[in-house]
């Protein structure tokens, strides 16, 4: 791909012009005909850059630089987490064995004097070339093929591989275990470790823990990404000098506040024990990276709460820390008639809605009692004990 004779100003300035536009495919039929530029790439870009604008700001909005048009935008980390990994490690030399777009490259690489960038598409190759020479990362050598078989012709371990397995098969379907993902990291296990002194594996939220934990016994390290209360990513480290008996578990959340972390391992969570009660003055919601690490009873028993039922995952308490992981709502009444309570508390109808181990999904509440989101109020909707209850609560942090 000739970027540079595709990409010209005039298709940057129509990106600049209408980058906020809300219908990019409207603006194309507009304007057929009528401009002396590729209007079909322009209207491409235009439309990628959307897509990454929350998550790769400073990228969508660099107008030097050119974007992959299939699921690789969509696909790639954001720069929040991107930023991030660079905690994890630092040296010499890494290999990124599935490169994509490139922005998990581009932000580690920062930490390594030698970077390989591998790739089997073609085009994300001539892009992610394009885009580091815009960058200024001189130190990046770019791959095109396999990137397991790309590594084994390097005779000395890097300081860090890097992996990002495709999360979809063959026909578009959710993959659960890693083992079904592309590259195949645990069948690969072996030779990763003779050819790296770290291991950073990037895989789907929606991979199961256990199960992963049990597919590569020997990390030590595993992060539970999330951003703004939703979880991102799963990261697992493995380092040729640390030995653990027990994998590290870290719940992360990135959020606008600041960062928030808990920390744990299986067996820790295991020994925990939970305690139950009434509702009392406030109700509390671990952060969703605890939610989907599974340290219901050690979350609750370290910042002395009670659970309010064994599959609600909900707390209660008296008092509550300031630097608890999670949200924290104070109960201003249970409604014990909600159709009729609800109309008369909430005359427009707005309420932020919250179901956990009820009876009805968030959308089902909705939708039965008329409400939208919005507003500082929430509708907290749970089992408590043996039975299904409603309660008003106001988010304090």
Same mark, same amino acid.
């Given at each position: 791909?000739?970027?540079q004779?595709?990409?010209?100003?005039?298709?940057?300035?129509?990106?600049?012009?209408?980058?906020?536009?809300?219908?990019?495919?409207?603006?194309f039929?507009?304007?057929?005909?009528?401009? $002396?530029? $590729?209007?079909?790439l322009?209207?491409?870009?235009?439309?990628?850059?959307?897509?990454?604008?929350?998550k790769?700001?400073?990228?969508?909005?660099?107008?030097?630089?050119?974007?992959? *048009?299939?699921?690789?935008?969509?696909?790639?980390?954001?720069?929040?987490?991107?930023?991030f990994?660079?905690?994890?490690?630092?040296?010499?030399?890494m290999?990124?064995?599935?490169?994509?777009?490139?922005?998990?490259?581009?932000?580690?690489?920062?930490?390594?004097?030698?970077?390989?960038?591998?790739?089997?598409?073609?085009? %994300?190759?001539?892009?992610?070339?394009?885009?580091?020479?815009?960058?200024?990362?001189?130190?990046?050598?770019?791959?095109?093929? $396999?990137?397991?078989?790309i590594?084994?012709?390097?005779?000395?371990?890097?300081?860090?591989?890097?992996?990002d397995?495709?999360?979809?098969?063959?026909?578009?379907?959710?993959?659960?275990?890693?083992?079904?993902?592309?590259?195949?990291?645990?069948?690969?296990?072996?030779?990763?470790?003779?050819?790296?002194?770290?291991?950073?594996?990037?895989?789907?939220?929606?991979?199961?823990?256990?199960?992963?934990?049990?597919?590569?016994?020997?990390?030590?390290?595993?992060?539970?990404?999330?951003?703004?209360?939703?979880?991102?990513?799963?990261?697992? %480290?493995?380092?040729?000098?640390?030995?653990?008996?027990?994998?590290?578990?870290?719940?992360?959340?990135?959020?606008t506040?600041?960062?928030?972390?808990?920390?744990?391992?299986?067996?820790?969570e295991?020994?925990?024990?939970?305690t139950?009660?009434?509702?009392?003055?406030?109700?509390?919601?671990?952060?969703?990276?605890?939610?989907?690490?599974?340290?219901?009873?050690?979350?609750?028993?370290?910042?002395g709460?009670?659970?309010?039922?064994?599959?609600?995952?909900?707390?209660?308490?008296?008092?509550?820390?300031?630097?608890?992981?999670?949200?924290?709502?104070?109960?201003?009444?249970?409604?014990?008639?909600?159709?009729?309570?609800?109309?008369?508390?909430?005359?427009?109808?707005? *309420?932020?809605?919250?179901s956990?181990?009820?009876?009805?999904?968030?959308?089902?509440?909705?939708?039965?009692?008329?409400?939208? $989101?919005?507003?500082?109020?929430?509708?907290?909707?749970?089992?408590v004990?043996?039975?299904?209850?409603?309660?008003?609560?106001?988010?304090?942090?």
């Amino acid at each position: 791909m000739e970027i540079q004779k595709v990409y010209t100003k005039k298709v940057k300035k129509f990106i600049q012009d209408y980058l906020h536009e809300k219908d990019p495919f409207k603006l194309f039929l507009s304007l057929q005909k009528k401009v $002396d530029y $590729d209007l079909k790439l322009a209207v491409e870009q235009l439309t990628a850059r959307q897509k990454g604008l929350k998550k790769i700001p400073d990228w969508a909005n660099n107008l030097s630089l050119f974007f992959p *048009v299939n699921l690789s935008v969509e696909q790639a980390s954001s720069e929040e987490t991107a930023r991030f990994k660079t905690e994890l490690v630092k040296g010499t030399s890494m290999i990124d064995l599935t490169g994509g777009f490139g922005i998990d490259t581009f932000y580690l690489g920062a930490n390594f004097k030698s970077v390989n960038y591998c790739e089997r598409d073609e085009d %994300l190759v001539d892009i992610f070339r394009y885009n580091m020479d815009i960058l200024g990362m001189s130190h990046v050598k770019t791959f095109h093929g $396999d990137g397991l078989e790309i590594l084994g012709r390097f005779p000395e371990p890097f300081d860090l591989i890097y992996v990002d397995p495709a999360r979809r098969g063959e026909h578009n379907q959710k993959l659960f275990k890693l083992a079904d993902c592309e590259p195949d990291v645990v069948a690969n296990w072996d030779l990763m470790k003779s050819k790296g002194k770290n291991i950073l594996v990037k895989v789907s939220p929606m991979l199961d823990l256990k199960q992963t934990i049990n597919e590569l016994p020997e990390v030590q390290q595993i992060w539970v990404l999330s951003v703004k209360n939703e979880v991102k990513e799963l990261l697992l %480290l493995w380092q040729e000098e640390q030995e653990l008996s027990e994998a590290q578990i870290h719940c992360v959340d990135l959020g606008t506040a600041g960062r928030q972390d808990f920390d744990f391992t299986l067996a820790k969570e295991q020994e925990a024990s939970s305690t139950f009660s009434e509702v009392k003055s406030y109700i509390i919601e671990p952060m969703a990276s605890i939610m989907k690490a599974g340290a219901f009873k050690l979350f609750g028993q370290q910042f002395g709460m009670d659970k309010l039922h064994p599959n609600s995952h909900l707390y209660t308490s008296d008092n509550y820390s300031e630097d608890i992981p999670g949200r924290v709502f104070e109960v201003i009444r249970e409604f014990k008639q909600p159709k009729k309570e609800l109309k008369s508390t909430f005359p427009s109808g707005k *309420v932020n809605v919250i179901s956990r181990n009820f009876a009805l999904s968030t959308e089902e509440i909705k939708r039965k009692f008329k409400l939208k $989101d919005g507003g500082e109020d929430f509708l907290i909707c749970t089992k408590v004990g043996e039975s299904y209850r409603v309660f008003h609560g106001r988010k304090l942090r």
